[in-house]
């Protein structure tokens, strides 16, 4: 696949851990952040949204938390398992125009071991 | 439900030559987003179209165009192909909620190879 890891943070873990991915955005007049998760060969797939008036956001096993003070994102992922596997990128809306021009950040590959 | 739709999926090129890719937007969506990503890159904005209308352009060649029809769909068209121009293409949707969170849905890609 495209992300084949030669270039990306790994973050290796055990099936049923908990897995914590970071993320460091650029622009602190951004007030919206996606993380996505792009398995190999295959597009990005949205995750879990946050905006910049929210610190923390929950989903389903994910996690959102959002530091403005030092721009940092992370994503939490509960029981993580091997389906999880992939790529995860954080992406901050950018957008001169009012609508929402995205700027991916450096992805993390996360590898779970059964 | 309904996703993104990109055509077509793999296309393999000569230097020089000019390849067109195909979006079809999820209904309902009137904005789409161009991006190209590189192996082991994160995934680069190229341009995007609101109602037909350009919005945003980022890090898209000159030898590079697209347009948005009247049902949506965008083309992007690559002209004088290079070697570099070797990535995958991803078209991304939106409703269009300007000034709200408006999540891009992504498609699957166009994998372009230049020879």
């Known amino acids: 696949g495209e992300n084949v890891g030669l270039h990306l943070p790994t973050l290796s873990v055990q099936e049923g851990d908990n897995s914590i991915i970071n993320c460091a955005y650029s622009n602190s007049a951004s007030d919206y952040f996606i993380w996505y998760k792009q398995e190999s060969g295959k597009g990005p797939q949205f995750i879990i949204d946050?905006?910049?008036?929210?610190d923390k956001r929950q989903g389903q096993r994910v996690t959102v938390l959002l530091n403005k003070t030092v721009k940092h994102l992370s994503l939490q992922i509960a029981a993580t398992q091997p389906g999880d596997s992939a790529v995860y990128f954080c992406a901050e809306n950018k957008g001169n125009s009012g609508y929402s021009t995205l700027t991916f950040g450096k992805g993390t590959m996360l590898l779970v071991s059964p | 439900a309904a996703g993104v739709i990109q055509s077509p999926r793999h296309l393999i090129k000569e230097k020089r030559e000019t390849a067109t890719l195909k979006c079809y937007p999820i209904p309902r969506h009137d904005t789409v987003y161009w991006y190209q990503q590189g192996p082991g890159q994160d995934p680069q904005f190229l341009i995007s179209?609101?109602?037909?209308?350009?919005?945003d352009k980022g890090s898209i060649p000159d030898r590079f165009s697209a347009q948005q029809f009247s049902d949506y769909h965008s083309e992007l068209n690559m002209s004088s192909l290079e070697l570099g121009d070797s990535a995958l293409y991803f078209c991304?949707?939106?409703?269009?909620?300007?000034?709200?969170?408006?999540?891009?849905?992504f498609g699957p890609g166009t994998r372009l190879t230049v020879l």
């Open positions: 946050i905006r910049s008036n929210m």
């Open positions: 179209f609101y109602e037909k209308m350009q919005s």
């Open positions: 991304a949707s939106s409703l269009g909620l300007a000034g709200q969170e408006d999540t891009q849905y």
